[in-house]
C-alpha cells in the first residue's frame, strides 16, 4: 500500500495569512494526488485533483503543486472560510489511501 | 447535477447485520464506480472498498476484506454496504463516492453506531 503523510497535523493562522500544507507519497504517484477539504458536520469536499487541477468552483486562492512523491496545497490568503481540516489522497493504485489530515485552526 | 444521497443513521447492537444504502442521481450509473470511506469518531478517511455498478465487480481494502461486502441495484442506481455482524469498532460515519477522474463527488455520509 502508498502510504501518505501529511504535515502539519495542524496549524494556527490568521485570515488574510498564507497557508501551505505538504504531503508526502511512500512511492512515486505521478499526478494521482488530491486534495478535499471537511469541516466538522460536513461530507469531504474536492478541492484539487491530478495534483494541480481546480476542481469547478473552487475559489482560485487554493493551489495545488508537486508530483512524484512531494506535493503541496496552498491558500494564498485564508478566509474565514478556510477554517477546516484538509486531506490529500492518492488514487495512483488500490487500496486508495489518504493522509492523516491538516487541521487549519484560527490563530 | 450530480448526486448522491445516502440512507439515514442507523443504531444497531453487536453481531446484528445492516444495509446502507447511496443513492446516484444526474449521471449515467453503471460508468462509475461507487467507493465506500469510513471515518470514525474524531480520527481521518480510510478507503473500505469500491463497485464498478456496471458488473457488479467489487475490490476491498485488506482491511475491510472479509467483514463488509458491496452491491449495487442498477435498476434504481443505489449502491449498498452491508455487515453481517457488525462490531462496536464499526461505529463511525461511512461515505460513498463517485470516482471520476478522482473521487469527485461525496454523499452526506451515513452515522453508524454500534453498541450493546
Known amino acids: 500500500d502508498i502510504q501518505m503523510t501529511q504535515s502539519p497535523s495542524s496549524l494556527s493562522a490568521s485570515v488574510g495569512d498564507r497557508v501551505t500544507i505538504t504531503c508526502r507519497a511512500s512511492?512515486?504517484?505521478?499526478?494521482?494526488l488530491a486534495w478535499f477539504q471537511q469541516k466538522p458536520g460536513e461530507a469531504p469536499k474536492s478541492l484539487v485533483f491530478?495534483?494541480?487541477s481546480l476542481q469547478s468552483g473552487v475559489p482560485s486562492r487554493f493551489s495545488g503543486s508537486g508530483s512524484g512523491t512531494d506535493f503541496t496545497l496552498t491558500i494564498s490568503s485564508l478566509q474565514p472560510e478556510d477554517f477546516a481540516t484538509y486531506y490529500c489522497?492518492?488514487?495512483?493504485?488500490?487500496?486508495?489511501?489518504f493522509g492523516g489530515g491538516t487541521r487549519v485552526e484560527m490563530k | 447535477e450530480v448526486q448522491l444521497v445516502q440512507s439515514g443513521p442507523e443504531v444497531k447492537k453487536p453481531g446484528e447485520s445492516l444495509r446502507i444504502s447511496c443513492k446516484a442521481s444526474?449521471?449515467?450509473?453503471?460508468?462509475?464506480?461507487i467507493n465506500w470511506v469510513r471515518q470514525m469518531p474524531g480520527r481521518g478517511l480510510e478507503w473500505v472498498g469500491r463497485i464498478d455498478p456496471g458488473d457488479s465487480y467489487t475490490s476491498f481494502s485488506p482491511s475491510f476484506q472479509g467483514h463488509v461486502t458491496i452491491s449495487a441495484d442498477k435498476s434504481i442506481t443505489t449502491a449498498y454496504l452491508h455487515w453481517s455482524n457488525l462490531d462496536s469498532s464499526d461505529t463511525a460515519i461511512y461515505y460513498c463516492a463517485r470516482f471520476g477522474e478522482f473521487l469527485d463527488s461525496w454523499g452526506q455520509g451515513t452515522l453508524v453506531t454500534v453498541s450493546s
Open positions: 512511492q512515486g504517484i505521478n499526478l494521482y
Open positions: 489522497q492518492q488514487y495512483k493504485s488500490y487500496p486508495l489511501t
Open positions: 444526474g449521471y449515467s450509473f453503471t460508468n462509475y464506480w
Open positions: 491530478a495534483a494541480s
